[in-house]
Structure formats: structure tokens, C-alpha cells
């Protein structure tokens, strides 16, 4: 197999759209939620060491052959400077840090041990590149962005604004006060935004219970601000795939 090939079955796009690039992709999907299995409990059975091992040895050959086929990635003459730069890139740091843990790498203190545990829960994010529907809402998410950090601002706005009344308002005369400090009046307006709260901090003045009522109500309407771009953004990114694919099947 050449090379541009095997570059077009580990990097999956709609031009080069073939039954091994899906087969890839699926492979590589097992592999991530097999080597996060173990995660999920505290005891080391001998199948978790199989699904580790496996999995890592499945991981390291995808980072070889990606460093090995860098250069068909990257535009212009001096390609070969792709080799180098790859393995700075993020994804690649990324791919890195996921099996550093599992080919001994780290000591085995306890302390240390968790933080291999730590590292390999990077794995998930290696859905980013399987994923064809992840890859969608990531490429929503930069479509929409100056959107999407308007609203952002609007709500950090809204939180600060409603913290700043909530702790002016509850009265700290009798010394028990549920807002003792800024950082509390900033955690439950933070909490509140989505009307869930924890009722570990609330209100307890009429004042107070009312701001904490209409906070609620605003809470839902920033809430939905984001909800409402992401998914008709979302439908139509998928209605350009369908198109994609078509045009890709009559050719």
C-alpha cells in the first residue's frame, strides 16, 4: 500500500470516503471505549490488562503511521519540516499523553499511579478525530463562534450582576448571613443560571427569594440563547454533509 493511501484511510475525509477509512475510524472508536472500560472500576482483572494492552499497542501504531505520513498533510515545499513540527501539534501531544501510562513510563507509587489513571482518560477526547458527528458540532462550534462568545459574555454578565445583588441584598445584621463572601453570592448565581442550584446556598430574605425567582426565569432565556445557534447551525451543517455525500456518490 503507498503511502497517500494509507493517509487516506487513517485521515478520514468526504473526497477519500472509502470502506477502510470507516473500518478505521470504527476500529479506532472500540479501542478508545475498550481502554476506558478499566477506568470504570478499581480492580486490575487480567481481561482490563488484555483491553489495555491491546488497545495501547493499537494507539501507538495509529501515532507512527500519522508521524509517518505527516508530510502529505502539510501544503508547500518543505515538507519535511512536518515531521518535525507534528509531534508538538495537539492532537498529537494529545495521542502522546494517553499511552505514556500504559508502557511503563511512570513509577509505581500510589500517587503516581493516579495520575497515570488521570492521563489515560485523554483517550475520550481522541473521539474528536473518530467521530464524524463530534467533528460536526466542533466545526459548528468554530462556524458559530463570535455568536456563541457574545453569549457567553452576556451570561458571565448576568452572573456577576446577579451575584453583586444577591450579596448586597441579603442582610448580614443578624450575622448569619448564607452569603459570607462574594465568591458565595458568584457560586449560587452560577448554579442558578440553568434554575437547578444545589440548596447548599440560597436566599433568605423576601428581597432576596424574589431576585432568586426572576433570576431563574432570565437563567432559562441565556440558557437557550446558545441552545437555539448550536442546533440550527447544527441541522444545516448536517444538510451540507448530505449534499457532500451525494455529489461524492454521482461522482
Do not use: C
Not at 479501542?31 to 476506558?36: D, H
Not at 507512527?64 to 492532537?91: C, E, H, Q
Amino acid at each position: 500500500m503507498k503511502r497517500i493511501d494509507l493517509f487516506n484511510v487513517i485521515e478520514y475525509d468526504d473526497e477519500h470516503q472509502s470502506k477502510w477509512s470507516t473500518f478505521y475510524d470504527i476500529l479506532m472508536l472500540v479501542m478508545i471505549v475498550l481502554s476506558i472500560i478499566p477506568l470504570m472500576f478499581r480492580e486490575h482483572l487480567t481481561l482490563f490488562v488484555w483491553f489495555d494492552q491491546i488497545s495501547v499497542v493499537v494507539f501507538i501504531l495509529d501515532y507512527l503511521l500519522r508521524w509517518g505520513t505527516a508530510d502529505l498533510k502539510r501544503s508547500g515545499r518543505n515538507k519535511i519540516l512536518s515531521f518535525v513540527i507534528y509531534p508538538f501539534t495537539p492532537m498529537a501531544i494529545l495521542d502522546l499523553l494517553s499511552i505514556l501510562p500504559s508502557v511503563g513510563v511512570f513509577g509505581r507509587s500510589l500517587k503516581v499511579l493516579r495520575i497515570a489513571r488521570l492521563l489515560k482518560t485523554f483517550r475520550l477526547f481522541k473521539f474528536l478525530r473518530y467521530s464524524r458527528q463530534i467533528q460536526i458540532l466542533v466545526k459548528v462550534l468554530k462556524k458559530e463562534k463570535k455568536i456563541l462568545f457574545t453569549v457567553l459574555g452576556i451570561a458571565v454578565f448576568y452572573i456577576f450582576v446577579t451575584a453583586l445583588i444577591m450579596f448586597n441584598v441579603e442582610s448580614t445584621d443578624e450575622g448569619n448571613a448564607i452569603f459570607t463572601s462574594f465568591f458565595d453570592a458568584l457560586y449560587w448565581a452560577t448554579t442558578t443560571l440553568t434554575t437547578v442550584g444545589y440548596g447548599d446556598i440560597y436566599p433568605v430574605s423576601e428581597i432576596g427569594r424574589f431576585i432568586s425567582m426572576l433570576s431563574s426565569l432570565l437563567g432559562v432565556a441565556v440558557i437557550a440563547l446558545p441552545s437555539g445557534v448550536i442546533t440550527a447551525s447544527y441541522l444545516e451543517e448536517l444538510r451540507e454533509e448530505k449534499k457532500r455525500k451525494e455529489n461524492h456518490d454521482i461522482r
